[in-house]
């Protein structure tokens, strides 16, 4: 059973740019968790998602930030006019349930703004 | 809003030296904790986790973690390190009365096994 996948693994855009990072969860689960990991911090939750409906995104920046889980494909985490500060490990999780002990973690996207 | 404290930032240790890292959270009522490890280059594994029950809660790989609801605590122990220890290890808490599934994270502490 393949884990949470997560791409690209590294983006590079520049300031001004839109960035797109992916998240296929595990087979047979159905919600997805976004967290944003900035340097020497540990990870913030952004947006908690079930398939085609946002269920909490109290994480998420009120700007520029958007996410979906569409019926079919994976989660996409939206970050539009992307600034400096933006860089960062964006991890993606996934679980069968909404029970938060079952969350499985993905690789993550290191996103570098130049 | 709850937060997770965990006051070692970078831990160096030999091999066979016993390890104990902190970790503290704020908030009063019922909590599910959790240890999370990083390998270098790897994603985020769970180690161990407490709901209920008893408080000294066993992980994989030789590490185990005791909740004292009285300090707040759910510090990490493993009697004697290995090289291959050496990773980052995130404590975690999700606040279960207030229905939300998101994971506060702690900052992490990186850990640095020395042969």
């Known amino acids: 059973n393949a884990g949470v996948m997560q791409n690209p693994r590294h983006l590079v855009r520049r300031r001004g740019q839109e960035a797109r990072l992916r998240c296929s969860p595990m087979k047979g689960h159905s919600h997805v968790y976004w967290y944003r990991q900035l340097p020497e911090e540990g990870l913030k939750f952004m947006v908690y998602?079930?398939?085609?409906?946002?269920?909490?995104e109290s994480g998420m920046p009120k700007e520029r930030f958007s996410a979906e889980f569409p019926k079919e494909g994976p989660s996409i985490l939206r970050i539009q006019q992307v600034v400096r500060g933006d860089s960062a490990a964006y991890f993606c999780?996934?679980?069968?349930?909404?029970?938060?002990?079952?969350?499985?973690f993905g690789p993550g996207t290191r996103l570098t703004v130049t | 809003a709850q937060s997770v404290s965990q006051h070692n930032h970078h831990v160096i240790l030999s091999e066979a030296a016993s390890l104990e890292l902190g970790c503290n959270y704020s908030?009063?009522?019922?909590?599910?904790l959790f240890w999370y490890v990083q390998y270098p280059g790897q994603h985020l594994q769970l180690l161990l986790k407490?709901?209920?029950?008893?408080?000294l809660v066993k992980g994989i790989k030789g590490f185990e973690a005791e909740f004292i609801k009285s300090k707040f605590s759910f510090n990490l122990r493993k009697p004697s390190v290995q090289w291959s220890d050496t990773a980052e290890y995130f404590c975690?808490?999700?606040?279960?009365?207030?229905?939300?599934?998101?994971?506060?994270f702690g900052s992490g502490t990186r850990l640095q096994v020395q042969p």
């Open positions: 999780a996934s679980s069968p349930t909404g029970a938060t002990h079952e969350q499985y």
């Open positions: 407490y709901f209920s029950g008893d408080p």
């Open positions: 908030y009063g009522g019922t909590v599910n």
């Open positions: 998602l079930q398939k085609e409906n946002i269920i909490d």
């Open positions: 975690a808490v999700n606040v279960e009365d207030m229905g939300r599934r998101a994971l506060t």
